[in-house]
């Protein structure tokens, strides 16, 4: 079975500060993973995707993460924060039969 | 616009009643997704299907029912049997095995 385990439940920074934010998951077969982030009472929307290739993926807004599959890791990394990134940010692998799941989530909360 | 629309985004139930979220998508996609989220939790998986006329019970299904008699629409039923439903409920769509597309969501509240 597939499980997603986001590491930090909370994750303060100060602005400009650079942020981790960790990612591990669980999988019989080889995965697709994903970063969503989610402003309040909103859907989710995409960061990033690795589905194959590179193990350096690149996103929006200046984020990005780097899979491993060894540490079967999928850590989301930013080198400088700002306010406007403050949000929760999910962890997500699709692995088999389109079943998508996902981790239980991590606040980023940047302080000026 | 191509997108997954949501309604309504507020719904409020009386205990013992069951409602129906609505989900619809004309992004032409395969997979259609309902998740619940509490605060803390992350997002819990309640159904999924990959193919119209078939779906299948996620990770907390017990309280929920929904159909895919139509590619576009998959609803979900939040029965009376459903202890706890008041939650924020998204719904997502996906072409095969990538990343999923997410509704703006319906906050379900019981009073």
């Known amino acids: 079975a597939q499980s997603v385990t986001q590491l930090d439940s909370q994750v303060p920074v100060f602005e400009e500060a650079p942020v981790e934010l960790r990612c591990n998951y669980s999988s019989s077969v080889s995965v697709y993973l994903f970063w969503y982030v989610q402003y309040p009472n909103q859907g989710l929307q995409l960061l990033l995707k690795?589905?194959?290739?590179?193990?350096l993926v690149k996103g929006i807004n200046g984020f990005e993460a780097e899979f491993n599959k060894s540490q079967t890791s999928f850590h989301l990394r930013k080198p400088s924060v700002h306010i406007s990134d403050t949000a929760e940010y999910f962890c997500?692998?699709?692995?088999?039969?389109?079943?998508?799941?996902f981790g239980s989530g991590t606040r980023l909360s940047i302080r000026p | 616009d191509g997108g997954i629309t949501q309604s309504p985004k507020y719904l409020f139930r009386k205990e013992g009643q069951n409602v129906t979220l609505s989900c619809e998508q004309n992004l032409n996609h395969d997979a259609m997704y309902w998740y619940r989220q509490d605060p803390g939790q992350g997002l819990r998986l309640i159904y999924y299907s990959q193919i119209v006329n078939d779906f299948q019970k996620g990770d907390i299904a017990e309280g929920y029912s929904v159909s895919r008699e139509k590619k576009e629409s998959f609803p979900l039923t939040v029965t009376s049997a459903q202890k706890n439903p008041t939650a924020f409920y998204l719904c997502a769509s996906s072409p095969r095995r990538t990343e999923a597309f997410f509704g703006q969501g319906t906050r379900l509240t019981v009073v």
């Open positions: 690795y589905l194959s290739g590179s193990t």
């Open positions: 997500a692998v699709n692995s088999s039969a389109s079943k998508i799941i």
